[in-house]
């Protein structure tokens, strides 16, 4: 079992930066995806940003290339994802997600969700 907890959500003018944490506890993460998601009002659960907590390659949402960078503490088991040059079109609640690698599909474990809130 993975518990996510999101921080670090909030209201920022367009053009600003914001930076997410996800902390993770209760397993070891090397053996894991991770995934930071978003869902707008009215819209469909985009996956922003997932990569391998042991390493690889990181896959960026085109939306998002270039100004959002996720990066990891392994002592804290902490994610977090930088984003800068925000506009008002990412406003939308970001999830933290995870599953173990070989598990195909849907992750299997979800942060509570924080909301991010972009005015122009």
């Known amino acids: 079992q993975v518990q996510l907890v999101e921080s670090g959500g909030g209201l920022v003018q367009a053009g600003g930066s914001l930076r997410l944490s996800c902390a993770a506890s209760?397993?070891?993460?090397?053996?894991?995806?991770m995934g930071w998601f978003r869902q707008a009002p009215g819209k469909e659960r985009e996956c922003v940003v997932s990569?391998?907590?042991?390493?690889?390659?990181?896959y960026y949402a085109d939306s998002v290339k270039g100004r959002f960078t996720i990066s990891r503490d392994n002592a804290k088991n902490t994610v977090y994802l930088q984003m800068n040059s925000l506009k008002p079109e990412d406003t939308a609640v970001y999830y933290c997600?995870?599953?173990?690698?070989?598990?195909?599909?849907?992750?299997?474990?979800w942060g509570q969700g924080t909301q991010v809130t972009v005015s122009s």
């Open positions: 209760g397993r070891v993460l090397s053996s894991y995806a």
């Open positions: 997600a995870a599953k173990v690698i070989t598990t195909p599909g849907e992750y299997s474990y």
């Open positions: 990569f391998i907590w042991s390493g690889g390659s990181t």
